[in-house]
């Protein structure tokens, strides 16, 4: 087997790479060996186009997660065990996905794993930001606190998401809507009225033309235009699950006009928040920009971040990296600075989030607003347009008479 390992050197430096070996176990041991310490380990796997499907369709929800995440900190402050709360959750839960993970995760602590190893096998359902709060947890003894705190944290993620897709979802029903009445008219209304202007002998202008041939041609082949387009989604989904397909989305999404502005402030938030927060649990600040990178959501903010806490290890300021990084704005970079010259580091980190989420909040209200008549716009020129393109040919058959 090969495994991808991420680990760092005594002097501290990163190093990624690949190591062959019968096991997981055994791969640690080569690694331990040549004095590396191991940030994370996972077996190289080699999947195929339908794994990758299967993988996006057998997701947990986050509000999944959170119920689970909720109910494991009040079970851990009555005073239940780790494994008895487990057992429990297991009964309750009713996601069969995330209902096998806790059979799973449960079996691993009894076994005699902590909690934070038993969460680490199953990273597509628990975040690397998730597992490294309850292995500081389990440091401090406070995993009751903590779980509390991921159930809040998860909560807060979970709602800016719901309103931001709550404002997308009604311009996009509408649109969807209005291309399905578009299509109906098109295809078995307008093809009756071809005739009458043929017998007629009356001019028709070409968009009329373009769309009456349009509505035939879909008429005729709407069979293999469905199936063409069942083909093009399954593609594109097999290819957003690459990593590729996954970094050009996300190259996509941030240049992307309103939308890319909004998802911006969205990523400084949660980077602001989950960083304070591991540093509060006690990591060094390369060590939570590090595993905040991979919360943030965006690969390119990812790949930023984990660059900012290799400099950092070099005795850069991060401020001054931010500074120099275009997609954090200047307002983020000076509070850190202030948070670094007084010592309140994680108290201007929550100015950050606080502030970058009312942004977020206030943009979506807007959106909402906004959108609305701007579709009413568009939707009422583009139907005037289709039935210009009948009207105005039957106006000049009027005039022949």
């Given at each position: 087997?090969?495994?991808?390992?991420?680990?760092?050197?005594?002097?501290?430096?990163?190093?990624?790479?690949?190591?062959?070996?019968s096991?997981?176990?055994?791969?640690?041991?080569?690694?331990?060996?040549?004095?590396?310490?191991?940030?994370?380990?996972?077996?190289?796997?080699?999947?195929?186009?339908?794994?990758?499907?299967?993988?996006?369709l057998?997701?947990?929800?986050?509000?999944?997660?959170?119920i689970?995440?909720?109910?494991?900190?009040?079970?851990?402050?009555?005073?239940?065990?780790?494994?008895?709360?487990?057992?429990n959750?297991?009964k309750?839960?009713?996601n069969?996905?995330?209902?096998?993970?806790?059979?799973?995760?449960?079996?691993?602590?009894?076994?005699?794993?902590s909690?934070?190893?038993?969460?680490e096998?199953h990273?597509?359902?628990?975040?690397d930001?998730?597992?490294?709060?309850?292995?500081?947890?389990?440091?401090t003894?406070?995993?009751?606190?903590?779980?509390?705190?991921?159930?809040?944290?998860?909560?807060?993620?979970?709602?800016?998401?719901?309103?931001?897709?709550?404002?997308?979802?009604?311009?996009?029903?509408?649109?969807?809507?209005?291309?399905?009445?578009?299509?109906?008219?098109?295809?078995?209304?307008?093809?009756?009225?071809?005739?009458?202007?043929?017998?007629?002998?009356?001019?028709?202008?070409?968009?009329?033309?373009?769309?009456?041939?349009?509505g035939?041609?879909i008429?005729?082949?709407?069979?293999?235009?469905?199936?063409?387009?069942?083909?093009?989604?399954?593609?594109?989904?097999?290819?957003?699950?690459?990593?590729?397909?996954?970094?050009?989305?996300?190259?996509?999404?941030?240049?992307?006009?309103?939308?890319?502005?909004?998802?911006?402030?969205?990523?400084?938030?949660?980077?602001?928040?989950?960083?304070?927060?591991?540093?509060?649990?006690?990591?060094?600040?390369?060590?939570?920009?590090?595993?905040?990178?991979?919360?943030?959501g965006?690969?390119?903010?990812?790949?930023?971040?984990?660059?900012?806490?290799?400099?950092?290890?070099?005795?850069?300021?991060?401020?001054?990296?931010?500074?120099?990084?275009?997609?954090?704005p200047?307002?983020?970079?000076?509070l850190?600075?202030?948070?670094?010259?007084?010592?309140?580091?994680?108290?201007?980190?929550?100015?950050?989030?606080?502030?970058?989420?009312?942004?977020?909040?206030?943009?979506?209200?807007?959106?909402v607003?906004?959108?609305?008549?701007?579709?009413?716009?568009?939707?009422?020129?583009?139907?005037?347009?289709?039935f210009a393109?009948?009207?105005?040919?039957?106006?000049?058959?009027?005039?022949?008479?």
């Amino acid at each position: 087997m090969k495994f991808q390992y991420k680990a760092r050197t005594k002097e501290g430096e990163l190093q990624v790479g690949d190591v062959e070996a019968s096991n997981r176990e055994t791969a640690l041991n080569i690694l331990f060996g040549h004095g590396l310490f191991v940030l994370s380990i996972e077996e190289e796997k080699n999947d195929v186009w339908y794994e990758r499907i299967l993988g996006f369709l057998k997701r947990v929800k986050v509000n999944d997660v959170m119920i689970f995440t909720r109910q494991f900190a009040t079970l851990l402050a009555s005073q239940v065990s780790i494994s008895d709360s487990l057992i429990n959750l297991f009964k309750q839960t009713t996601n069969p996905i995330l209902k096998e993970a806790i059979y799973e995760i449960s079996n691993d602590v009894d076994a005699g794993f902590s909690l934070s190893q038993a969460f680490e096998k199953h990273p597509g359902i628990f975040s690397d930001f998730y597992i490294n709060m309850v292995r500081s947890a389990e440091v401090t003894g406070r995993l009751s606190e903590v779980m509390d705190f991921l159930a809040d944290y998860l909560e807060k993620q979970a709602l800016l998401k719901s309103k931001v897709q709550n404002a997308l979802a009604y311009p996009v029903f509408v649109v969807i809507l209005f291309f399905v009445v578009i299509l109906i008219m098109v295809t078995f209304v307008f093809p009756q009225i071809m005739p009458v202007f043929e017998e007629a002998n009356v001019a028709v202008p070409f968009y009329t033309t373009l769309i009456l041939k349009s509505g035939i041609f879909i008429g005729e082949w709407w069979w293999a235009m469905m199936l063409l387009f069942a083909i093009f989604i399954f593609i594109l989904i097999d290819y957003l699950q690459t990593k590729e397909g996954r970094l050009v989305l996300d190259e996509v999404s941030l240049h992307t006009p309103v939308v890319g502005k909004l998802l911006r402030k969205m990523y400084i938030a949660r980077f602001a928040e989950s960083t304070r927060v591991l540093i509060r649990g006690g990591l060094t600040i390369p060590q939570a920009i590090e595993i905040s990178s991979r919360t943030v959501g965006n690969k390119i903010y990812e790949d930023l971040l984990q660059g900012a806490s290799e400099q950092i290890r070099k005795g850069k300021l991060l401020s001054k990296i931010l500074e120099e990084i275009e997609e954090f704005p200047p307002l983020v970079s000076q509070l850190v600075s202030i948070g670094e010259s007084t010592g309140r580091l994680e108290e201007l980190l929550k100015k950050v989030n606080d502030f970058y989420t009312r942004e977020v909040e206030d943009m979506v209200n807007n959106l909402v607003t906004l959108i609305q008549p701007l579709l009413m716009v568009i939707i009422g020129g583009m139907i005037a347009l289709l039935f210009a393109a009948i009207l105005l040919p039957l106006y000049s058959l009027t005039q022949s008479f």
